[in-house]
Nanobody, 130 residues
Framework: VQVVESGGGLVQAGGSLRLSCTVS????????VAWFRQAPGKEREGVSC????????????YYADSVKGRFAASRDDAKNTLDLQMNRLKPEDTAMYYC????????????????????WGQGTQVTVSS
């Protein structure tokens, strides 16, 4: 399984960035996929999780309180991608952002714990200047 992130960079506070995660090597539309981030000296925290689509629903999106209303995740199961549109960025959003795929397709979507996610990318750096 390969997980590859892209789209990080340096932006001024109030600006926007779009991160993209591409996954290969598994049946993408069966797995929850999430974004986590880790700032220097801080613990890794969940940012957003996109559950897999069901028979009659497109799946659900979950967000950390700190990014609700500013960040929007979108998954494209035809392209095996999970994007994260980040608007109104703040200096406290500065971190390495990681995309992660659940170990098991039956796993629930979670942003409160990283243990359920077994496949991780190398990360992409987001730096927001004040």
């Amino acid at each position: 399984v390969q997980v590859v992130e892209s789209g990080g960079g340096l932006v001024q506070a109030g600006g926007s960035l779009r991160l993209s995660c591409t996954v290969s090597g598994l049946k993408f539309d069966r797995y929850p996929v999430a974004w986590f981030r880790q700032a220097p000296g801080k613990e890794r925290e969940g940012v957003s999780c996109a559950s897999e689509p069901g028979l009659t629903d497109p799946g659900r999106l979950y967000y950390a309180d700190s990014v609700k209303g500013r960040f929007a995740a979108s998954r494209d199961d035809a392209k095996n991608t999970l994007d994260l549109q980040m608007n109104r960025l703040k200096p406290e959003d500065t971190a390495m952002y990681y995309c992660a795929v659940a170990r098991d397709p039956s796993q629930y979507c979670s942003i409160s714990e990283s243990g359920p996610f077994g496949y991780w990318g190398q990360g992409t750096q987001v730096t927001v200047s004040s």
